[in-house]
Every structure is written in structure tokens, then in C-alpha cells.
């Protein structure tokens, strides 16, 4: 199936631990990036990597922090997770010509920080 | 500052009546804006931009450089209408960085 996915769907864990969110994409695109959704459903621009490169890094505490293997794979680990952690992150992939900017977004991953 | 602004959390109408979610824009520089849609249990996805100027299933949208706007509108609403939009607006730099809006629940009632 041609997409962005993203493992694991649900993720439950408690203050202090820490826990990496991956995600792949097969539709050949050259950039990826993550963005947190809150409980008011606000989405915002966390990371963006451009083959293998960080070109957007957002105000975001760095216990966060990204890591692409390659061009089709953009992980994302938290340390210390922390209450205020809990919501949902998607991974989004576009293609780099301007022409063909569209972000295609994967399912999302619910964390919960307990 | 760069800010999508969509004043309204939630949209609730009849099917057949017409439809327009607000977004206002607050960026210096020449903007780029979108609409993405979620619809229920599917991926969020790019459902028109200002750019191509087209009519993506009934829906229509015009920048407004004076008002600093870009209104979604449809004439019909459907109940399949019914999902969450998001205004997102892209920003210059070359790296597709988008700052969406709040997003607006539309919900289409028979």
C-alpha cells in the first residue's frame, strides 16, 4: 500500500520513560515531518527533514529529538516524557518539487503519558 | 507574527444549505494558503489550494489579500461533507513548512 505509516498507533506510558514513535514512507519523497496535534486538535510543525537533512526545527523542548536513517524513515524519541506529552503526532511526507508540495500525513500516533 | 486564525471550532448545518468556513491569515510575506480536511477515522489531506484556483467536490476558496482571508465555501453542503478542516497557510524559506489553523468542525445534518 503506497502511504506514510506510522507505529505504533496507540502508545500508553508513564511520566519519566522514554519511548521513539516511527515512521516510514514508500511514496519516494525527499522530505518528512512531525507535527503534535493537542487536545483542542491545534497542529503544529515540530521537525521537518529534507533526505536525511533537519532544514525545520520548531521551539520544541529537546527531549525531543528526531532521526532519519534514511530518506523513507523519520523516528521520532522522547526522553523524560512528561504529562503535557500526551496528544497525537503525525508524520507527513512531501515530494521536493514546488510544484508537487502537498504534505500527505500518516494515520497518527495517540500518546498517552500517565 | 505568522497566524492562521479560523474563528469558529465548530460549523453545524443542514444538508443543502450553503457552507463557508473562515480563515484569516496574519504573514508578511506573499502568502500560499490551503485547505487540508480530516474526515472521520480517514488521514488528514490536502483538499484545494489557493494557487490552482479549482473546484475540489463543490468546494471553492479565493484569497482575499485586502481582507487577508480564505474563506471555504460550498453552496450545498452534504452530510459526507462532515469532517475537520484545517487552514494552513506556507510560509517562504523553500522547506514546505506550514502553520495551520485551529481547524473548524463542519457537520452536516440531514
Known amino acids: 500500500d503506497t502511504a506514510v505509516s506510522q507505529t505504533p498507533k496507540y502508545l500508553v506510558t508513564q511520566m519519566g520513560n522514554d519511548k521513539s514513535i516511527k515512521c516510514e514512507q514508500n511514496?519516494?519523497?525527499?522530505?518528512m515531518y512531525w507535527y503534535k496535534q493537542d487536545s483542542k486538535k491545534f497542529l503544529k510543525i515540530m521537525f521537518s527533514?529534507?533526505?536525511?537533512?533537519?532544514?525545520i526545527n520548531e521551539t520544541v523542548p529537546n527531549r525531543f529529538s528526531p532521526k532519519s536513517p534514511d530518506k523513507a524513515h523519520l523516528n521520532l524519541h522522547i526522553n523524560s516524557l512528561e504529562l503535557g506529552d500526551s496528544a497525537v503526532y503525525f508524520c507527513?511526507?512531501?515530494?521536493?518539487?514546488?510544484?508537487?508540495?502537498?504534505?500527505?500525513f500518516g494515520p497518527g500516533t495517540r500518546l498517552t503519558v500517565t | 507574527a505568522q497566524r492562521v486564525t479560523q474563528p469558529e471550532k465548530l460549523l453545524s448545518v443542514f444538508k443543502g444549505a450553503p457552507v463557508e468556513l473562515k480563515c484569516n491569515y496574519s504573514?508578511?510575506?506573499?502568502?500560499?494558503l490551503f485547505w487540508y480536511v480530516q474526515y472521520s477515522r480517514q488521514r488528514l489531506q490536502l483538499l484545494l489550494r489557493?494557487?490552482s484556483r479549482e473546484s475540489i467536490k463543490g468546494f471553492t476558496a479565493d484569497l482575499n489579500k485586502g481582507e487577508t482571508s480564505f474563506h471555504l465555501k460550498k453552496p450545498f453542503a452534504q452530510e459526507e461533507d462532515s469532517a475537520m478542516y484545517y487552514c494552513?497557510?506556507?510560509?517562504?524559506?523553500?522547506?514546505?513548512?506550514?502553520?495551520f489553523g485551529a481547524g473548524t468542525r463542519l457537520a452536516v445534518h440531514p
Open positions: 507527513a511526507s512531501s515530494a521536493p518539487d514546488r510544484a508537487l508540495d502537498e504534505q500527505y
Open positions: 511514496l519516494g519523497h525527499d522530505t
Open positions: 527533514y529534507n533526505n536525511k537533512e533537519l532544514i
Open positions: 504573514y508578511s510575506g506573499s502568502p500560499e
Open positions: 489557493h494557487i
Open positions: 494552513a497557510l506556507r510560509v517562504s524559506g523553500g522547506y514546505n513548512k506550514l502553520i
